[in-house]
């Protein structure tokens, strides 16, 4: 997964490099505000380059290119200390976690053993218990409780990289919806811009107007 997000990191940056070293084609003029909110939909910035506002285009390939650093670097982190407290399990517990369902996975953390998980089970459901199978590559049984408490402390650090690299996609998304309204807005005023009257002069005498308006 890390890998994965490290390569559209590298694909993002070269791409930002290349727009914010290419000087925009053109003017400004009839720039339509919709293809410039889509182009920032795909690429914040990628709008606003199109609408004629270099400046706010760079702001918005920078944010861009920070938040995938962000959730690239709290990706990797989760998945390092998910191997951590997988490790940790094996070498402490006797159990590996690999494909186990998280509910498994957080009663591991919660009892000693999976004989005292089943005792508690038959304790509070009597006949109705619902027993963990104590086949060979399900019971674990922890050598001592501070290892047990170090599980749940690697645990819930790999949990707390998982949110923050959540809120870094949240970022994403946030980021391409105000670039998106700030490259239509730009594009729109382009078009009000180029709307205006002219008077000429009529060679055969008198003058008239000439208005000129964007579409």
Same mark, same amino acid.
């Given at each position: ?34 293809? =410039?909110? %889509? ?8 709008? &606003? ?7 706010? =285009?760079?702001?918005?390939? %920078?944010?861009?290119?920070?938040l995938w650093s962000g ?13 951590? @407290? ?21 009663? %591991? ?22 027993? #963990?199978? &104590?086949?060979?590559? #399900?019971?674990w049984e922890w050598d ?33 919806? =105000?670039?998106?309204?700030? =490259?239509a807005s730009i594009a ?12 000429? %002069? ?5 003058? @008239? ?7």
């Amino acid at each position: 997964m890390a890998n994965r997000f490290t390569r559209a990191l590298v694909n993002l940056t070269v791409s930002s490099l290349i727009l914010i070293g290419v000087p925009s084609v053109g003017n400004a003029r009839n720039k339509s505000p919709a293809g =410039a909110a %889509v182009l920032s939909l795909v690429l914040p910035g990628l709008g &606003e380059f199109y609408a004629g506002g270099r400046r706010s =285009a760079r702001f918005f390939l %920078v944010a861009e290119g920070l938040l995938w650093s962000g959730m690239a670097t709290f990706r990797f982190l989760e998945s390092y200390r998910v191997d951590a @407290y997988h490790a940790h399990a094996a070498a402490h517990a006797g159990i590996r976690l690999r494909n186990l369902p998280e509910s498994f996975i957080k009663e %591991v953390g919660d009892f000693e053993s999976i004989y005292e998980r089943n005792r508690r089970e038959r304790f509070l459901a009597g006949e109705h218990a619902n027993l #963990r199978a &104590e086949t060979v590559d #399900r019971i674990w049984e922890w050598d001592t409780e501070a290892s047990r408490i170090e599980f749940l402390d690697l645990r819930s650090k790999a949990t707390s990289a998982e949110q923050k690299a959540f809120l870094f996609i949240g970022g994403l998304i946030l980021n391409r919806f =105000a670039s998106a309204l700030n =490259a239509a807005s730009i594009a729109r005023k382009s078009r009000t811009q180029n709307t205006g009257v002219k008077l000429l %002069v009529d060679p055969r005498g008198g003058l @008239y107007a000439s208005i000129r308006r964007g579409f």
